[in-house]
């Protein structure tokens, strides 16, 4: 039996249309209802949890923004976040510009219950295409131009470059900003994630498992991208699911069905 259950949120948890399905938000509240706590480990900031939170039907500790906050989903409250400066934001961003032409930047900010999605738009009193263009659809951000999106604490940078995949840009990035922040990604559509050096969804996780008492050896998490490699790596048991990427796939332990076919339930129902 599990002492704690951890999930990726997209790909793994939520169904292809981004749906909790009946079958996983039931098998998650027998999780809850056994004593065994259940924590969602997400690159959504705080701002995106909630409706997942809903409905699911229970409410405790997240870790978003792969690993740099650590969120209090019943209260709606930031309790710590790992931030990177504008000092180390403006390098990376100078950097990256140099190594991958053509990318555009944005950032996400958070304060205690507030959050922010800022995004690079250099020619916005024109009337012009945006420089940053999302990755995912309704996204809700602030256009402005980069000194004002680096020009504050983020806890994520994100790099977006229209014409490359993800793990192209990750390669590249890699090589030019070394350990200076931590790289990866959750979309193959030409998206990078950067936070603060060493913070990962295995730091952020262990922060939880520490709170609350849970040794590593018996936590279980489920994931789907490289973002989730660090979690299932540290974690007792690592759940891939059957269409997650070919590296996490590599390093799991066990492979569950899809996110099609309620993979996450499927395991837990072994348990609970």
Avoid at 63 to 76: F, S, T, W
Avoid at 163 to 192: F, K, N, P, R
């Amino acid at each position: 039996m599990p002492a704690l259950v951890a999930s990726d949120v997209d790909g793994t948890l939520l169904d292809p249309m981004e749906r909790v399905t009946g079958r996983t938000a039931a098998a998650v509240r027998r999780v809850v209802a056994a004593g065994t706590p259940f924590v969602l480990v997400t690159g959504r900031p705080p701002r995106w949890v909630a409706p997942v939170v809903d409905a699911l039907g229970v409410a405790g500790l997240a870790v978003c923004a792969n690993g740099a906050v650590l969120y209090d989903a019943a209260e709606r409250r930031v309790l710590h976040a790992e931030v990177l400066d504008p000092v180390l934001l403006h390098d990376a961003a100078s950097a990256l510009d140099r190594a991958l032409p053509g990318c555009a930047v944005a950032v996400e900010r958070v304060s205690h219950g507030h959050g922010e999605f800022l995004a690079e738009n250099r020619y916005r009193h024109f009337l012009a295409e945006p420089d940053y263009e999302h990755a995912w659809p309704d996204a809700d951000s602030t256009e402005a131009q980069r000194a004002e999106v680096l020009g504050h604490p983020a806890i994520k940078l994100l790099v977006r470059h229209r014409e490359m995949s993800s793990a192209a840009m990750a390669a590249t990035a890699g090589e030019v900003l070394g350990g200076a922040v931590d790289i990866t990604y959750s979309t193959g559509a030409g998206l990078l994630e950067l936070s603060a050096p060493g913070v990962t969804k295995a730091t952020g996780l262990a922060a939880v498992a520490e709170r609350l008492d849970v040794d590593r050896a018996g936590v279980v998490a489920f994931g789907d991208m490289p973002n989730d490699l660090p979690m299932l790596r540290w974690v007792g048991h690592g759940v891939a699911m059957a269409n997650a990427h070919p590296e996490v796939l590599a390093v799991a332990d066990e492979v569950a069905a899809p996110n099609s076919e309620d993979g996450v339930a499927q395991v837990l129902e072994r348990w609970f």
